[in-house]
């Protein structure tokens, strides 16, 4: 268990004057956009658990609200047959086809 890292080392001195190793769990890191990588908005940071986590619109907690909104785009002119599937982006095209199949 202690060999791996995602526990951290923490080398603490006790009181009896012998070095000890503590470990302690990583704190979570910040959620980021799926497409873009910025940080997300409106993510509480006291309480990281999933299900308070997540806004309650489509990608919330996943996409940034200008990444969700160019996605819902792109959905609506493939729909439409403006734009097909080749000329859309990698990481844009599976939230896409997930818009286009619902």
Known sequence: MH???SLRRLDRVTPNNRHTVHYKRRSASLPH???CRSELNGI???NRGR???SNSRKFGGVLCAS???TVIKLASRIEHGEMKMNDIGVRERAFVLQMVSH
């Open 33 to 35: 956009c799926a497409i």
């Open 3 to 5: 060999r791996s890292r």
């Open 51 to 53: 299900s308070t986590a």
């Open 44 to 46: 509480s940071t006291a």
């Open 67 to 69: 990444c969700s909104a």
